[in-house]
């Protein structure tokens, strides 16, 4: 019954990975594998489920056996000789149940130790995706840039010409080298950022950071968002590990009150005794063999009365942990929400001035070929097309990272 349980498990992880990247590309799913498979903090919380889990071995003993031996300095007489060596075994018992008691425990403990896992798998898969789309966005944007950079060379010859021939001054191309010269720092600076988020998701594959990525050359905006069940919260994994250690501690009183009964205790004294000389009677040296029974009670118990209270505080405490941790995932999931639902529309908004931003430069050239081009509106429109260009991709960004955390927290 346990491994069905751990196969479910299993395959809801597996089902919240598909679910997650079904809509992206190829590459990102690899990605996510790789990282599933190779990310150390996962072999991290595996290797503590699988202490856990075998400490359940460790219980399933009994308290050491007692031996004795002892020698009698001054042999004592007895009516059939002298006592010359005493040898003696005890084992004590736990009371009935105590050892299921303490594998039921220690069982309760890896079950909330195995929450560790998907949890962390569940983290992972967020933080691979969100890095994965700031290098699309990172990529994207520098793209947009080498485009108006070269566009702006176009212009620049365009005033050159017109310098030539008495229609523009050289400030206008002056100032449309300073607005390249901005352009190529800008993007300089976004080699730099997307060399940085290169290696943070090389790391989170526990790979080399040289490594090269794959990303989309094109990341389409979804016509329409996914349906999800905001009722899922309730059984996300970080509020069920709660629920886990609540069980915990339940297990953990039963096993208190299964300590604090007796135990019950068999050995057995063996007495060498030595033959009596000068004597011929039936019993002359015969060694004693002696069985016990024994009993310990916890009288002073008051070790056990405050444990009790001990777990009774605990489950209050848990009970309010899992209360704080709930709002404050309902609070990421509407944020998520509605910063996502922000995102679509920048986007629509974002998407109409690009579009009017290109009908605005197309007058611009038209303009041109009658001679009344202004280079001033050139680059007005110019920065502004890169600013909603620019605009665009973060929307886009935003989008599929607010989409990872609302599959974090509802799948």
Known sequence: MKNIHKLFRKTFIFCTLFFVIKSQSQELQSYLKQAMANNPEIQKFELQY??????????????????????????????????????????????FGTITSKENYISSLADATYEDIVIAKRKLITSVSQSYYNLYANAAKQKVLEENIKLLETYETLALTSVEVGKASAVDVLRLQMRQNEMEQLLAILNQQYLTEKTTFNKLLNRDKSISINILSDLNFPSEDFEMNTNTLEVHPELLKYDKLYQSIETSELLNK??????????????????????????????????????????????????????????????????????????????????????????????????????????????????????????????????????????????????????????
Request: proline share 4%; no cysteine.
């Open 50 to 95: 699988n202490i856990a889990s075998e400490k359940v071995n460790g219980v399933k003993t009994l308290p050491n056996t007692e031996f004795g031996a002892s020698y009698f300095v001054s042999e004592p007489e007895t009516r059939t000789g002298a006592q010359r060596f005493k040898l003696s075994v005890k084992q004590m018992l736990p009371w």
């Open 258 to 411: 299964k300590e604090n009964a007796p135990m019950i205790g068999f050995g057995l004294d063996y007495i060498n005794v030595v033959e009596r000389p000068n004597m011929n009677f039936s019993d002359n040296g015969k060694d004693i063999l002696m069985p016990m029974v024994t009993v310990s009670i916890p009288i002073f118990n008051n070790s056990y009365k405050s444990k009790t209270k001990q777990n009774s505080l605990q489950q209050q405490e848990i009970l309010a942990q899992k209360q704080e941790r709930k709002n404050t995932l309902e609070t990421f999931l509407d944020k998520a929400i509605n910063e996502r639902i922000a995102a679509r529309i920048s986007y629509k908004t974002q998407t109409k001035n690009v579009k009017q931003a290109k009908n605005a430069e197309e007058i611009l050239i038209k303009n041109y070929e009658t001679g009344t081009i202004d280079f001033n509106d050139v680059l007005d429109i110019q920065e502004l097309q890169l600013k909603f260009e620019m605009n665009q991709i973060e929307s886009i960004k935003s989008y599929f990272i607010q989409t990872t955390i609302i599959n974090y927290l509802t799948n």
